[in-house]
């Protein structure tokens, strides 16, 4: 079974992580932050990864440690999930229409976290998180899920639409990524032998 457990209690925020990479998109999220519940709820159905997230965090200083920390816990699970990266797909890709807004995610579960992103927001809050912390949290998943991840909003001015579609396209190339391919099960998809 490709399932993780993370447990990342800090000073600043607590956070339990069960996650199951060959679920049926199940998820029981509970961060403190609405919105923020909303797009793990996205990651999850869309990606048919199973998540638990449970975070007590300082959300009476603000939302930032409990966002990052949400995407490093994730993010820590994937990795530990895929063990050694055996038989995946490794690389997905998606297109996300959610009406005028289209975003399209591309990622590389290559052991080389990067983060490009050209998504722009017109407004400094949404649904009671700085904007600016969207970036953040994609930036920290790729970090601490260790994958190359490209998100770019080709159009759309509904900041909650650009948003949610880079959540939803994240779901779909994770879930093609982390698919196991039946023609090559038995091998890590690289040349070097290892990820």
Known sequence: MRTATISRHTAETRIDVALNLDGTGQYRIATGIGFLD??????????????????????????????????????AALAQALGDKRGIRRYGDALSPMDETLTRV??????????????RFSVPRLGGIDTELFE????????????????????????????????????????????????????????????
């Open 38 to 75: 909303h797009m793990l709820d996205q990651l999850s159905r869309h990606s048919l990864i199973d998540l638990d997230v449970g975070i007590a965090g300082d959300l009476h200083i603000d939302e930032h440690h409990t966002v990052e920390d949400s995407a490093l816990a994730i993010g």
């Open 106 to 119: 591309a990622l590389d579960i290559s052991g080389r976290p990067w983060l490009v992103w050209k998504t």
């Open 136 to 195: 953040h949290w994609f930036h920290s998943f790729a970090q601490a899920a260790g994958i190359t991840l490209h998100v770019e909003t080709l159009h759309g001015h509904n900041n909650h639409h650009i948003v949610e579609s880079a959540y939803k396209g994240l779901a779909r190339a994770l879930r093609t990524a982390v698919e196991i391919d039946p023609r090559k099960a038995d091998a890590v998809p690289s040349t070097k032998g290892v990820l």
